[in-house]
Every structure is written in structure tokens, then in C-alpha cells.
């Protein structure tokens, strides 16, 4: 069965600390793909990134940047020197690749607050 | 520009009362989706359309229906039989395939009177 662990319920940080949010999951499939979203107070989720499950290269973006390790079953995502504006909900999921649908399941979120 | 609108924003219910959830999207994606977002609990699965005239259940069904019409639409109805409707619903849709990201539109939330 497919599962998504955001253990991290809540995290509060000052601005420009860095921070990190876990995500852990589970699944049977070889060929599978994961997502981080983004969820501001005004409700829509925002598209951040996507890995495949073949490719455990690490990716950075400006303050973004996401650690995929397939040993640990983890795609981790760590904000640099974090700012007011990255307070939000944020989500990871899991998709697998079988039966042309793309149903995603999802982490139950992880609630960061930037303090200025 | 291209994107999903939700409408309304707002929505109250009465007791007894069906609504219908609005969802359209202007991005000429295959695959729509709707889910419920309760507090603490992420985003839930209601159903879910691959094509046109086409749709299937999620993990959350009951008390819930969807037509799909036109590529274009895929409203979702929350009927009386729903007993806990209250909570922020979120349309998304893809271009299908596991390998695409979703795109999701602003939401309703849903509200018992």
C-alpha cells in the first residue's frame, strides 16, 4: 500500500534560519513519483517539484533545494535562509505510474511559520 | 491565462440540501480530480475523471457525485446523504499519466448551516 509520513506537524523558525521538512514514504512499486506542494493561507496548492524514482540526483532551485534518498524511502525538502513569505502548508505525494491515472497520495502537511 | 476556477468560494449548506461544486479548466488536461482537505488530515481523494463521460471513485466516495460532460468540466455534487460535508474542497487536473504534476484550483469551502 502506498504511504505518505510527514511526521513534522508544525515548525516555527526565524527568518533567514534555513529548515528542513521531512517527508517518508512507502510504496511496492519500482517506478513511482514524488511531489512537493506548496499550500499559502489562500488555499490553492502550488506545483514545486517532481522526482521519478529513477533519478535520486539532488535538485536546487534559488533557496530550494530537495535531498531524494531511495535507501531511506525519503524526499526531503530544505529551505535557505527562509523568508515571511514561505510560510505556508506544505505537502508531499506520492504517484505511481500503473494504470495511466495519476492519483496522488498525500502527506498530511507540515505547517511552517516564519517569524520576522 | 490557463487555470482551474473553482466557484464558489463560499459555500453553506442546509440540512437535507443537495450543492453542486463547480470546477472548470481552460488547460485542455484529460484528467480532473477532486478532493477534501479536512484539518490535520492532507488531501483526500473523491473522485477522479480520465476522460470525458468517464469517471471513478476515490478513497472517499460516499455521499458525493460527479458527471463529466465536457472535457472542460467536472462539477461535484455533495448530496444530503454526505453526513460531515463540511470541509475546503480542491479541484485539480493533469494531462494524465503518473509522471505529471497536478494542477489545483483555489478551492470551496463548504460549510453546514
Known amino acids: 500500500a502506498q504511504k505518505v509520513t510527514q511526521a513534522q506537524t508544525e515548525i516555527s523558525v526565524v527568518e533567514k534560519e534555513d529548515v528542513t521538512l521531512d517527508c517518508v514514504y512507502e510504496?511496492?512499486?519500482?517506478?513511482?513519483?514524488l511531489f512537493w506542494y506548496k499550500q499559502p493561507p489562500s488555499g490553492e496548492l502550488v506545483f514545486l517539484i517532481r522526482?521519478?524514482?529513477?533519478?535520486?540526483q539532488n535538485e536546487i532551485s534559488g533557496r530550494y533545494s530537495w535531498n531524494f534518498q531511495k535507501s531511506t524511502s525519503s524526499f526531503n525538502f530544505t529551505i535557505t535562509a527562509s523568508q515571511v513569505v514561505d510560510s505556508a502548508v506544505y505537502f508531499c505525494?506520492?504517484?505511481?505510474?500503473?494504470?495511466?491515472?495519476?492519483?496522488?497520495?498525500f502527506g498530511t502537511g507540515t505547517r511552517l511559520t516564519v517569524i520576522p | 491565462d490557463g487555470g482551474i476556477t473553482q466557484s464558489p468560494k463560499y459555500l453553506f449548506r442546509k440540512e437535507g440540501q443537495n450543492v453542486t461544486l463547480s470546477c472548470e479548466q481552460n488547460?485542455?488536461?484529460?484528467?480532473m480530480y477532486w478532493y477534501r482537505q479536512d484539518p490535520g488530515q492532507g488531501l483526500r481523494l473523491i473522485y477522479y475523471?480520465?476522460?470525458?463521460?468517464?469517471?471513478q471513485k476515490g478513497d472517499i466516495a460516499e455521499g458525493y457525485s460527479v458527471s463529466r460532460e465536457k472535457k472542460e468540466s467536472f462539477p461535484l455534487t455533495v448530496t444530503s446523504a454526505q453526513k460531515n460535508p463540511t470541509a475546503f474542497y480542491l479541484c485539480?487536473?493533469?494531462?494524465?499519466?503518473?509522471?505529471?504534476?497536478?494542477?489545483f484550483g483555489d478551492g470551496t469551502r463548504l460549510s453546514i448551516l
Open positions: 485539480a487536473s493533469t494531462v494524465g499519466g503518473g509522471s505529471q504534476p497536478q494542477h
Open positions: 510504496t511496492r512499486d519500482t517506478t513511482y513519483y
Open positions: 522526482r521519478n524514482s529513477f533519478d535520486e
Open positions: 505525494a506520492l504517484s505511481e505510474a500503473r494504470g495511466g491515472a495519476n492519483n496522488l497520495f
Open positions: 488547460l485542455n488536461h484529460d484528467a
Open positions: 475523471s480520465q476522460i470525458v463521460n468517464d469517471f
